[in-house]
């Protein structure tokens, strides 16, 4: 076990407990608030993969913009401050489609990569993505901005009062 | 320890999220947990790319990052008008698409 193993183990960890913890709380708020730990845990992890651009990117977006999104809509949809009681799905169900999935996802990698060959690992910093991003990917780019702009005009669109 | 433990770990939280997806009744919560399960196939893009040797899955989970950043937004302000008129985020509640 090395020292990036163990780092792995731990923030793995970190990232399955606190995503449970924003599957099950009963407070909304707090349900945020754990989902920034997961996002935080899954950003260290990009980083031990050597991704730094993504694992930067993660927290400015998910972390900075998504998560202070998603608190703003609970308090404007008035949510209780206490417990709500919403939990009232049939767990059994869910849990059985969670289980199969997840052990179906696993045995489905394992085997897929039961021989695989790790290759030396690409560095992800910020000038090899960018060149990679403003060479061969520059058309999905341009598109992606054109679904961004739509996307603020949709919510202008959304958010007016007389519509 | 090989990639494949990224891989398992994207595999379970990808779980927990469909996990939440089913159970929750909370429209906001509902959407935390579509975020948890894009985040997991981002931790697998990523692990791909450390796989491969290249950059491509990298960057493939930086655009999916911008379209969940997108969707985030529109569907944030759909939430937020079923609630201006329904009182309610429920998901319940929201089951005709007229009022």
Known sequence: MTAIDVMLSAVGLVAVGSALAVVSTQHLVRAGLWLVVTLGAVAVEFLLLRAEFVAWVQVLIYVGAVVVLLLFAVMLTRAPIGRSTDLDRPIGPALLIGAGSGLGLA???AWVFRDMRVNPPPTGSAQRVGEAIFGDWV???EVLSVLLLAALVGAIVLSKKDT | ???????VLSAILFSVGAVGVLIRRNAIVLF??????LNAANLALVTFSRINGTLDGQIM???VMVVAAAEVVI????IMLIFRTRRSAS???ANLLKY
């Open chain 2, 1 to 7: 320890m090989t990639p494949m433990w990224y891989i």
């Open chain 2, 91 to 93: 998901v319940d509640d």
């Open chain 2, 32 to 37: 935390m947990c579509i975020e948890l399960m």
């Open chain 1, 107 to 109: 045995g489905l990698f």
């Open chain 2, 61 to 63: 989970a930086f655009f």
């Open chain 1, 139 to 141: 058309l999905p780019f």
């Open chain 2, 75 to 78: 569907g944030l302000a759909i």
